[in-house]
């Protein structure tokens, strides 16, 4: 069974532009979760998708992310305008069941703005 | 909200036994998860503790104690390949969402 992917892996851009992330999860979870680990920091969660719904996105730090999952299956982040504080380690994970389950995590893609 | 701490690095000779703790502090409980994360890959499920106690695994074992607020992850028979972060994570008040610690990064010298 193919696990969580993330592409890219890496993703270098300047301060300004716009960076689209994506996230594949394992085929039949409903759930999928964004976090993302800033230099020095622990994990810290963004999002989360129930299918295509946005069940809770109270970790999103502000209107320049932007997540979607149009048809309930891959998800995609939006970065626009990038700051340089968004520079980090950005992680989706899936799971079958929402509440308190094991979630299953993607190697993550590094992003780095300068 | 919910509080982790966890050492940030330790160090252990191959063969040994080493003992990561993380200490937590929240609102309500739901379980504790551990994960261990090997530099540039996914963030991989070892254990997941509900109930006071130690869970084996083979060589990891985890241990639980609501009352104190406290868990550890125990590796046995340390090798080379166990050199890692190890995160502690608990679901959120919703049970929902994890909320991490900081990760303590193991290093197994020969």
């Known amino acids: 069974e193919a696990g969580v992917t993330q592409f890219p892996s890496h993703s270098v851009i300047e301060k300004g532009q716009t960076v689209t992330l994506r996230c594949d999860p394992i085929?039949?979870?409903?759930?999928l979760y964004w976090y993302r680990r800033v230099m020095g920091k622990e994990i810290k969660f963004l999002l989360h998708?129930?299918?295509?719904?946005?069940?809770?996105e109270s970790g999103m730090p502000n209107n320049r992310f932007l997540a979607e999952r149009t048809g309930g299956t891959y998800s995609t982040l939006k970065v626009q305008p990038a700051e340089l504080e968004d520079s980090g380690v950005y992680f989706c994970?899936?799971?079958?069941?929402?509440?308190?389950?094991?979630?299953?995590f993607g190697p993550g893609t590094r992003l780095t703005v300068l | 909200g919910q509080n982790i701490d966890q050492p940030t690095e330790m160090t252990a000779t191959e063969g040994a036994i080493v003992q990561i703790n993380c200490t937590y502090q929240?609102?309500?409980?739901?379980?504790l998860f551990w994960y261990q994360q090997h530099a540039g890959e996914a963030p991989t499920f070892l254990s997941y503790?509900?109930?006071?106690g130690l869970e084996e695994k083979g060589r990891f074992s985890s241990f639980l104690s609501r009352s104190k607020g406290y868990s550890y992850l125990l590796l046995k028979e340390l090798q080379m390949k166990d050199s890692a972060s190890y995160l502690c994570?608990?679901?959120?008040?919703?049970?929902?969402?994890?909320?991490f610690g900081p990760g303590t990064r193991l290093s197994v010298l020969p």
């Open positions: 994970a899936s799971s079958v069941l929402a509440g308190v389950n094991e979630q299953f």
């Open positions: 085929s039949g979870h409903d759930n």
């Open positions: 998708f129930v299918k295509e719904s946005k069940q809770d």
């Open positions: 929240t609102s309500g409980f739901n379980g």
């Open positions: 503790n509900v109930l006071d």
């Open positions: 994570a608990v679901p959120d008040n919703y049970g929902q969402n994890f909320v």
